[in-house]
C-alpha cells in the first residue's frame, strides 16, 4: 500500500513504502486535486456565508442565543470541512484523499437539507423552523429563503467537485490512496451515526406552552418534501460513516493490531478522521440552533430527538487521534466553546420571573465573574488551535489549570440556578443579596438562558480538562517512544527535570497563600453568595468553585519548578490567571454599604505577585537555554531512525507536519 504525500505527514515506524506516489504517463497532473480542494473549499465557504447571513438578517424576535448559534455552528462547520487541508496546504504539500474527503463529506448533508429548506418556499405555515422563524405562523422572507436553498446548492456542488477529485485522485495512484482501515476503528463512528439518525427521524424539539404557533412531527408526519429531506439526511449520515470502512469488510483488508503501524494505516486513519469529523461537525452545527430555540424561546423545549442527533454527531466525530498536537488543538476547540458558554452566562439572566412588588423582569448578576474566566481561557485556547506545532505543545499546559476558571467563576451563579429551580417561594436573598430583605419571595421564577449557559459552561470545561490531561499524556508518549505505556517516562532520563531551586520556595509559599486568597472574603462583611466571598462565608457551588481555585493555583505552582521552563512558564501564567479571575470580583461586584479590604484580597494579590516572580524565573531559565551551547549528540540520538523507534523522516510520532496539523 501506499500513502499519498499529502496527507501522510510524517512516517510512523515501520518499512518504507513501496509503489508509486507520481503519477503515471498520461495521468492528471499533481495540481488537479489541489484545484478541486479549492473549488470545493469556495463552495462550502460560500454555503456558510449564505447560512451566517440568514442567520444575522432574520426578522422577529429570534433571540441572541439562537441567533449567536446560528453564526457559529456553520462556521464549527467549515472549521472540520477545510482544516484537513489547509494543514496539507502549510506543509506544502498537494491535497490528497482526507483533503478531499473532508468537505466531501460535509457536503453530503446538503441533499437532504435542500428538501428540508425548500418547505420554507413552497409550504412556509408547515415548516417548523425555530430557528429562522419568530412563530410558526410567519414566513421567512423569499430572499432568505432562496439563499437557505443556495446553500444546500453549494454543499452538494462541493461534494460532487470534491468526489470527482478523488476520483482522478485514484486514478493516478491507485486505491491505495485510501490507505487501510480497521474495522474495529469504525465501531464507535457508526454507532453514533445510528444514533444520530434515529434522532433526525424523531420530532427536533417540544412545544411546552400555546401560543408558539409551531407543530414539530416526526418524519413519519411531516409532509414533502421536509420529510423526505429528514429521511435522505438520516440515511446519509449512516452511509458517509460506513463509507470509509468499505475496504475493510468488503476486500478483507482489515487486519489485526500491530504494535507498529505502517503508512497505509496512517493513510486510511486521516482520511477516516476527515471523513467523521466533518459528518459529526455537520450534523452538530445542523441541529445547533434549533437546540438553542429549544433552550432560550418561551413555550419551546428540548426533545429527546435532539439530544440523540447531537449525541450521535459527537459520537461520530469521536476521540482525538493518538498524536499530542492533534488532541491538544482537540482541547483548545472545547475550551473555545468552554468560553462561548461562559461568555453567554456573564451577559444574560441567570433566572427569570416576575417579582411580586412591580411585576418587572427579574434578572441576576452573580454570573459576572464569568466574563473575565472566559477571556481567559480563550486566549490559551487561540493558541492552541492556531498556533503551529511548536506554540501548541507549550500552550497545552495553560489548558491544564486555566478550564478551572470556569468552575471557580459558576459558583456564586450556580447557586443561584440550583435556588431558582425550586421556583415560586424561595427567598430573594438566597437568590441575590441585592434583590430585598430576607423575607422577600420571589414568585414565577425559573432558570433563565444565562443559568442554562452556565451548566452548560460547567460541562464542556469539564471535557476541556480530559482533553488537555490526554493530551499531556500523549505528549509523554511521543517523548517515550511511539507505543510505550501511558505517561512513561524514556529509559535514558531525558524527560526528568531537577526541581529549580530558586523557584520552589516561591512555589511552595505561593501554594500557602491560595487558601486564604480564594478561602477568605475580599471584602469583610461580604454577604453569602456575593462574589466577593470566599469559601468561608459561602457554602454550596461557590464554596467549591473556591476550592477549584485553591487547587489550581496550587497544583499549578508546585509542578512548575519540576517542568520545564517554557511548560512552567505556562502553568505559573494559568495560576496568575485563576488570580486575576478572583480579584476582578472586587472590579465587577459593586461595593456594598460597611465593606472593606478583606483578608482574601491581600493573600490573593501577595499570591499573584509571588506567582508573577516565579514565573520571572521561568523567562530567565527560558533566555540561559536559548543562549546556551547545543549539547554534543548522544549515541541514541545518532542512531539510525529505526533504533530508535522513529519514523524514517526523523520526526518523532505525533509531530507530523502534514494533514493531521
Same mark, same amino acid.
Not at 497505509?264 to 482520511?271: I, K
Given at each position: 500500500m501506499t500513502a499519498t504525500p499529502a496527507d501522510a505527514g510524517a512516517r510512523p515506524p515501520g518499512p518504507a513504502p513501496t509503489g508509486p506516489t507520481r503519477p503515471g504517463p498520461g495521468g492528471p497532473a499533481p495540481g488537479h486535486s489541489a484545484r478541486a480542494w479549492w473549488a470545493a473549499v469556495a463552495l462550502v465557504v460560500l454555503a456558510v456565508g449564505l447560512r451566517v447571513a440568514v442567520?444575522? /438578517?432574520?426578522?422577529?424576535?429570534?433571540?441572541?442565543?439562537?441567533?449567536?448559534?446560528?453564526?457559529?455552528?456553520?462556521?464549527?462547520?467549515?472549521?472540520?470541512?477545510?482544516?484537513?487541508?489547509?494543514?496539507?496546504?502549510?506543509?506544502?504539500?498537494?491535497?490528497?484523499?482526507?483533503?478531499?474527503?473532508?468537505?466531501?463529506?460535509? =457536503?453530503?448533508?446538503?441533499?437532504?437539507?435542500?428538501?428540508i429548506d425548500l418547505t420554507l418556499l413552497l409550504d412556509p405555515e408547515s415548516a417548523a423552523r425555530p430557528d429562522v422563524l419568530p412563530t410558526g405562523t410567519s414566513t421567512l422572507p423569499p430572499v432568505l429563503a432562496v439563499a437557505l436553498v443556495a446553500a444546500d446548492v453549494a454543499l452538494v456542488a462541493a461534494t460532487v467537485v470534491a468526489t470527482v477529485g478523488l476520483v482522478a485522485l485514484t486514478r493516478v495512484t491507485g486505491r491505495s490512496v485510501f490507505g487501510t482501515q480497521r474495522g474495529a476503528s469504525l465501531l464507535l463512528p457508526v454507532t453514533g451515526a445510528?444514533?444520530?439518525a434515529g434522532g433526525l427521524v424523531a420530532s427536533?424539539?417540544?412545544?411546552?406552552?400555546?401560543?408558539?404557533g409551531f407543530a414539530p412531527h416526526a418524519v413519519l408526519?411531516?409532509? %414533502?418534501?421536509?420529510?423526505?429531506?429528514?429521511?435522505?439526511?438520516? %440515511?446519509?449520515? @449512516?452511509? @458517509?460513516?460506513?463509507?470509509?470502512?468499505?475496504?475493510?469488510?468488503?476486500?478483507?483488508?482489515?487486519?489485526?493490531?500491530?504494535?507498529?503501524?505502517?503508512?497505509?494505516?496512517?493513510?486510511?486513519?486521516?482520511?477516516?478522521?476527515a471523513v467523521h469529523t466533518a459528518l459529526g461537525a455537520g450534523l452538530v452545527a445542523g441541529f445547533a440552533p434549533v437546540l438553542a430555540a429549544s433552550f432560550a424561546r418561551d413555550g419551546l423545549a428540548v426533545s429527546p430527538g435532539a439530544v440523540l442527533a447531537v449525541v450521535g454527531g459527537l459520537l461520530v466525530i469521536g476521540l482525538p487521534a493518538r498524536t499530542a498536537v492533534i488532541r491538544s488543538r482537540a482541547a483548545g476547540v472545547m475550551a473555545l466553546l468552554t468560553a462561548v458558554a461562559a461568555l453567554f452566562g456573564a451577559?444574560?439572566?441567570?433566572?427569570?420571573?416576575?417579582?411580586?412588588?412591580?411585576g418587572s423582569p427579574f434578572v441576576t448578576g452573580t454570573g459576572i465573574l464569568l466574563l473575565p474566566a472566559a477571556a481567559v481561557l480563550a486566549v490559551p485556547a487561540l493558541l492552541v488551535v492556531v498556533g503551529t506545532p511548536r506554540v501548541v505543545v507549550r500552550a497545552r499546559p495553560t489548558l491544564s489549570v486555566a478550564w478551572l476558571t470556569v468552575p471557580f467563576a459558576a459558583g456564586p451563579a450556580l447557586d443561584v440556578v440550583l435556588a431558582g429551580v425550586d421556583g415560586g417561594g424561595t427567598p430573594a436573598a438566597a437568590l441575590d443579596p441585592g434583590l430585598g430583605t430576607a423575607g422577600a419571595t420571589v414568585p414565577q421564577v425559573g432558570v433563565g438562558t444565562g443559568g442554562w449557559a452556565v451548566v452548560l459552561a460547567l460541562v464542556l470545561a469539564a471535557l476541556t480538562a480530559v482533553l488537555a490531561v490526554g493530551a499531556g499524556f500523549s505528549e509523554r508518549r511521543d517523548v517515550a517512544g511511539g507505543w510505550a505505556p501511558l505517561g512513561a517516562r524514556p529509559a535514558d532520563g531525558t524527560d526528568t527535570v531537577e526541581p529549580d531551586p530558586t523557584m520552589l520556595p516561591m512555589a511552595a509559599i505561593a501554594a500557602v497563600l491560595a487558601v486564604p486568597g480564594f478561602g477568605g472574603p475580599l471584602a469583610r462583611d461580604a454577604l453569602a453568595a456575593n462574589a466577593a466571598g470566599g469559601a468561608w462565608q459561602n457554602p454550596g457551588a461557590a464554596a467549591w468553585g473556591s476550592l477549584a481555585g485553591v487547587i489550581g493555583v496550587a497544583i499549578a505552582a508546585l509542578l512548575a519548578p519540576r517542568a520545564r521552563p517554557a511548560r512552567a512558564?505556562?502553568?505559573?501564567?494559568?495560576?496568575?490567571?485563576?488570580?486575576?479571575?478572583?480579584?476582578?470580583?472586587?472590579?465587577?461586584t459593586p461595593p456594598r454599604a =460597611?465593606?472593606?479590604?478583606? /483578608?482574601?484580597?491581600?493573600?490573593?494579590?501577595?499570591?499573584?505577585?509571588?506567582?508573577l516572580a516565579a514565573a520571572g524565573v521561568a523567562i530567565m531559565r527560558i533566555r540561559e537555554a536559548a543562549r546556551s551551547p547545543e549539547p554534543a549528540?548522544?549515541?541514541?540520538?545518532?542512531?539510525?531512525?529505526?533504533?530508535?523507534?522513529?519514523?524514517?523522516?526523523?520526526?518523532?510520532?505525533?509531530?507530523?507536519?502534514?494533514?493531521?496539523?
Open positions: 442567520a444575522v /438578517i432574520a426578522p422577529g424576535p429570534l433571540g441572541a442565543p439562537v441567533r449567536a448559534a446560528g453564526v457559529l455552528a456553520p462556521l464549527v462547520g467549515l472549521v472540520a470541512a477545510v482544516a484537513p487541508g489547509l494543514a496539507t496546504r502549510r506543509a506544502r504539500r498537494t491535497p490528497g484523499a482526507a483533503s478531499l474527503a473532508a468537505p466531501a463529506a460535509l =457536503g453530503a448533508l446538503g441533499a437532504g437539507g435542500l428538501l445510528l444514533v444520530a427536533p424539539f417540544s412545544v411546552a406552552g400555546p401560543g408558539t408526519d411531516t409532509p %414533502a418534501p421536509a420529510g423526505v429531506g429528514v429521511a435522505l439526511l438520516a %440515511a446519509t449520515v @449512516v452511509v @458517509v460513516a460506513l463509507l470509509p470502512g468499505v475496504r475493510a469488510f468488503g476486500t478483507g483488508d482489515d487486519v489485526p493490531a500491530q504494535r507498529t503501524s505502517t503508512a497505509a494505516d496512517e493513510t486510511g486513519m486521516r482520511v477516516r478522521r451577559l444574560l439572566p441567570t433566572l427569570s420571573g416576575t417579582s411580586d412588588a412591580a512558564l505556562a502553568l505559573l501564567g494559568a495560576a496568575g490567571a485563576l488570580l486575576v479571575v478572583r480579584l476582578s470580583a472586587l472590579v465587577l =460597611g465593606e472593606s479590604v478583606g /483578608i482574601g484580597t491581600w493573600a490573593a494579590v501577595a499570591c499573584l505577585v509571588i506567582t549528540p548522544s549515541a541514541a540520538s545518532v542512531a539510525p531512525p529505526s533504533a530508535r523507534g522513529e519514523p524514517s523522516g526523523g520526526q518523532r510520532p505525533g509531530h507530523s507536519r502534514g494533514a493531521d496539523g
